[in-house]
């Protein structure tokens, strides 16, 4: 049983399309998060979603949104794709995380999608 | 600036003897740090969570220290065997909404 999934696993496409990747968890959790990590490995938080309600927003650009249609689901919808959003997504999920105080949860990563923009 | 850094090189080590990983941070004042292993081609995968006012946790042989004073955390594998090659990334809480900055990883092989 895979607890967060994620697909497609692998995305090959042109600069200047439009792609979407989606995410689905079966834990019952209530928030989910969007990372993107890069060739040099860092990862980074680009978004989360708890409740279906938009949490987290970090400094990304607005090609990038974000669709939560319920709490078990969330996708995610770049516009206009350039070179260096070349990357490997992953989705995560935990159970709290977003009450505003400091949530402590662990965070249920998914197997990733690898984008590459050529 | 703000920054989370861990051993930016590989970590080689002999099959039996104890790794040590470390992350240090700076301009952070995290309530909570936690570990997660990486796989080539898979996901984080959670191992430990030490809180700001513990100064060690354990399970099985995983060893993590947490000191606020220097910011930094060490992650220890006791007894270690070649399945526990993988890259070791550090996380800290940024402040609330369980929002997790990571570290760049270190990469641990342990040769037979």
């Known amino acids: 049983d895979t607890a967060v999934s994620q697909t497609p696993k692998y995305l090959v496409t042109q600069m200047g399309n439009d792609k979407s990747i989606k995410c689905e968890q079966n834990l019952g959790h209530d928030t989910m998060y969007w990372y993107k990590q890069d060739s040099k490995k860092f990862l980074k938080i680009m978004f989360s979603?708890?409740?279906?309600?938009?949490?987290i927003n970090e400094t990304v650009p607005n090609r990038f949104s974000p669709k939560s249609p319920d709490k078990a689901h969330l996708n995610l919808h770049i516009n206009s794709l350039e070179l260096g959003d070349s990357a490997v997504y992953f989705c995560a999920s935990s159970q709290e995380g977003a009450s505003g105080g400091v949530g402590t949860d662990t965070q249920y990563f998914g197997p990733g999608t690898r984008l590459t923009v050529l | 600036s703000q920054k989370i850094e861990q051993n930016s090189e590989a970590l080689n080590i002999q099959e039996g003897k104890t790794a040590t990983l470390t992350c240090n941070y700076t301009n952070y004042s995290p309530a909570y740090l936690q570990w997660y292993r990486q796989d080539p081609g898979r996901g984080p995968v959670f191992l430990l969570l030490i809180r700001e006012n513990e100064k060690e946790k354990r399970k099985e042989r995983l060893k993590v220290t947490f000191d606020t004073t220097l910011k930094q955390s060490l992650f220890h594998i006791t007894a270690s065997q070649p399945a526990d090659s993988a890259t070791y990334l550090c996380?800290?809480?940024?402040?609330?909404?369980?929002?997790?900055?990571f570290g760049a990883g270190t990469r641990l092989a342990v040769h037979p």
């Open positions: 996380a800290l809480d940024s402040g609330g909404y369980n929002k997790l900055i």
């Open positions: 979603y708890n409740n279906k309600e938009l949490i």
